[in-house]
């Protein structure tokens, strides 16, 4: 019953930046964290980032620490995933997705996800 809209994606160099953006409807987000999930071709998805509901805690892979930035505005029901510093690794669909509690947590915790949007990068 939760429907997302994820946007952003495309073709990017190595090197080069992407934001991603994501409109969570039919829920209001305030109580949920939520995050960003990532599958290369003929791998296993795999978490990104997560940001919690409210006090702005915030989980990020060690692959993409430093590089990444993940934000939210609860009153817009939007996520943003600012990707910097591309390495042709970070080449996935990403998918925007919610978590059942408040607060970040394991992968596991992922209950929703919406259709994805590509990020390629390449030279």
């Known amino acids: 019953q939760v429907q997302f809209v994820e946007s952003g994606g495309g073709l990017v160099q190595p090197g080069g930046s992407l934001t991603l953006s994501c409109v969570v409807s039919?829920?209001?987000?305030?109580?949920?964290?939520i995050g960003w999930l990532r599958q290369a071709p003929g791998a296993a998805r795999e978490g990104v980032s997560c940001?919690?509901?409210?006090?702005?805690?915030?989980r990020y892979a060690d692959s993409v620490k430093g590089r990444f930035t993940i934000s939210r505005d609860n009153a817009k029901n939007t996520v943003y995933l600012q990707m910097n510093s591309l390495k042709p690794e970070d080449t996935a669909v990403y998918y925007c997705?919610?978590?059942?509690?408040?607060?970040?947590?394991?992968?596991?915790?992922?209950?929703?996800w919406g259709q994805g949007t590509q990020v390629t990068v390449s030279s």
């Open positions: 940001i919690s509901s409210s006090d702005g805690f915030a």
């Open positions: 997705a919610t978590q059942r509690y408040s607060r970040c947590g394991p992968d596991y915790e992922y209950n929703y």
């Open positions: 039919t829920v209001t987000l305030d109580n949920y964290a």
